[in-house]
């Protein structure tokens, strides 16, 4: 395998997990389409024995993934949720999370309406203010989860105090790096002890594959999130791993774009007579701004909005977009649009909503690769239809 250490991320992001394959020589990883291997004397595998405990296409996958997350222990699943719901799993009843007060509203439906009912308690806090983290610590207090960029108010976190509030209550820090990538921000190296992938968004970044990523320092901590893996079965299937896989090469690429296009549209919303607010880390008006500076590269692909004219004005612009198309998700090629209370986030309680600052009318924008100008444009037009 190739050392990639003093590699550039772009280096990484090409070559990483994908040796030529011995046997002909194919540059790319092949979809090793197969549920069980052969052993050449019982209980005595090869390499792997079962698809469920492993795969070759999908080491392929965790050793890049981990390596763009600046490590060597990565583990890919069947989807983010898959995922999230194994960091979990590390858990017994009586344990405490502190959470983020703005989350995916998956994440929140599994952790209100699943895990508490087998006796894990949440507290959730608006974890920007990292006092209120500490405060809301408790012996019983084992992990502190957060996302930064929120979804879809996109609060930025400070990841580095919020690891030493973590460890000096001996709880771990688990971080979901979906909207920032590893091309942004890399929280291991801030001092998270888990890393959680969506890969379904901009780590596959064209809509068309469903996966799950944990990276973590530890190769011990990796060992016990592969036998709770191996045993619930949460694993991706071969062809999705290629998929992923062959994303990851143009991260770098599409990252640089999205980037670009979202500090567009977010300069322009801001400007707009009909737009009330715009969350984008990217603005210097954004209170985060200086924070995310510090531990991202830019400021991401995701542009939140309030319109003046509420929930109604932000219903006709998901409804008068051309380019921007009305779906669930995030992080392809293709621009999106999204109202979160009605949506992505429905699951979540409208007081929880309120108590986060999430206005029913808040409009979510997935800015994609294509022309930025052309993408201003489209939301010109919107705004400005009858």
Known sequence: MLDLNGFSFGTRAVRAGTEPEPVTGAIMTPVFQTSTYVQPKPAEAKVHE?????????????????????????????????????????????????????????????????????????????????????????????????????????????????????????????????????????????????????????????????????????QALRDRLWYLQNAIGAVPGPWDCFLTLRGLKTLHVRMQRHCENAAKVAAYLSEHAAVDRVYYPGLPSHPGHEVAASQMSAGGGMVSIELKGGVDAGYKLCMNTQLFQLAESLGGVESLIEQPATMTHASVSPEARRAAGLADGLVRLSVGIEDGDDLIRDLEQALAAK
């Open 50 to 218: 079962y698809s469920r405990s492993g795969n070759p296409t999908r080491d392929a996958l965790e050793f890049a993934v981990a390596e763009l997350e600046g490590s060597k222990h990565g583990l890919a699943f069947a989807s983010g949720m898959a995922a999230i719901d194994t960091v979990l799993r590390l858990l017994s009843s009586g344990d405490h999370v502190v959470a983020s007060d703005d989350l995916y509203g998956g994440t929140y439906r599994l952790f209100t309406a699943v895990l508490e009912r087998f006796g894990i308690s949440f507290s959730f806090v608006d974890a920007r203010e990292v006092e209120q983290v500490a405060q809301a610590m408790r012996p019983e207090t084992k992990l502190v989860w957060v996302e930064t960029p929120t979804n879809p108010l996109l609060k930025i976190v400070d990841l580095a105090k919020l690891a030493e509030v973590a460890h000096a209550g001996n709880a771990w820090l688990a971080v979901d790096n979906t909207f920032a990538t590893p091309y942004l921000q890399q929280p291991l190296q801030l001092g998270a002890d888990f890393v959680v992938h969506s890969t379904t968004k901009y780590m596959g970044g064209h809509s068309d594959v469903v996966g799950g990523a944990i990276v973590v320092r530890e």
